[in-house]
């Protein structure tokens, strides 16, 4: 039987994808010199991005607790949301457009896993449009009064914090695979090109 490549399907990479990542296990890859400029960049960007959605998800989690808001609840979680998927969306174009065809012509074995890449990207982005109409819907319930939440207030945060948690893990997965494939082949060529990458 095949293995479910699709995001959510699958819970890594097929094994034939990884054969730098057996080279370069993923303990071992902070503060090489192979990393610096874009490799680092890479990483502080999906730390950046687990970051954040954890913020997220922390705030949400504190709004059900509490069952209050504050002034800033909304705004907060307006500003996060905004700073997420803005970044995501600017990270992804890059890849797409540069990264990905460029590292694809160097180390043609990995053509297959940018391509699980790549509709991986798809499929965030159609999540990110989906959090985008959801959040704005949510918070415009939320509203700014602070004090104890409504059942309308409650079901905005609840509608929200479900759709962050759907989306989350497959955020989580897409950016461990991506780094699977990317980090690997940047430490790997960066011997031989001290500019591959840049």
């Known amino acids: 039987m ?3 490549i699709t995001l959510g399907g699958r819970t890594g990479l097929p094994e034939d994808l990884l054969f ?3 080279k370069h296990p993923r303990g071992t890859w902070r503060g090489q010199s192979a990393l610096a400029g874009t490799g680092e960049i ?7 991005f687990r970051a954040i959605t954890a913020k997220i998800a922390d705030q949400l989690t504190r709004l059900r607790e509490d069952g209050e808001t504050t002034y800033d609840s909304a ?6 949301i905004g700073s997420l998927l803005g970044s995501l969306d600017g990270h992804h174009r890059i890849e797409d457009h540069h990264y990905f065809p460029a590292f694809q012509r160097v180390e043609p074995r990995l ?3 940018f391509e699980i890449l790549d509709a991986d990207h798809h499929l965030i982005h159609d999540a990110i449009d989906e959090l985008a109409a959801v959040t704005q819907a949510s918070l415009r319930r939320l509203g700014q009064a602070e004090g104890v939440m409504t ?4 079901y905005a945060v609840d509608d929200l914090a ?4 759907r989306i989350a893990p497959l955020l989580r997965q897409h950016l461990a695979d991506e780094e699977d494939i990317v980090i690997q082949l940047i430490l790997e060529r960066a011997k031989a090109d001290p500019e591959f990458g840049a």
């Open 42 to 48: 890479w990483l502080a960007n999906h730390d950046y």
């Open 111 to 113: 053509v297959r896993g």
């Open 162 to 165: 479900a759709t962050v948690d």
């Open 151 to 154: 059942s309308d207030q409650k």
């Open 2 to 4: 095949d293995q479910d």
């Open 75 to 80: 705004p907060a979680l307006r500003r996060h």
């Open 20 to 22: 730098l990542t057996r």
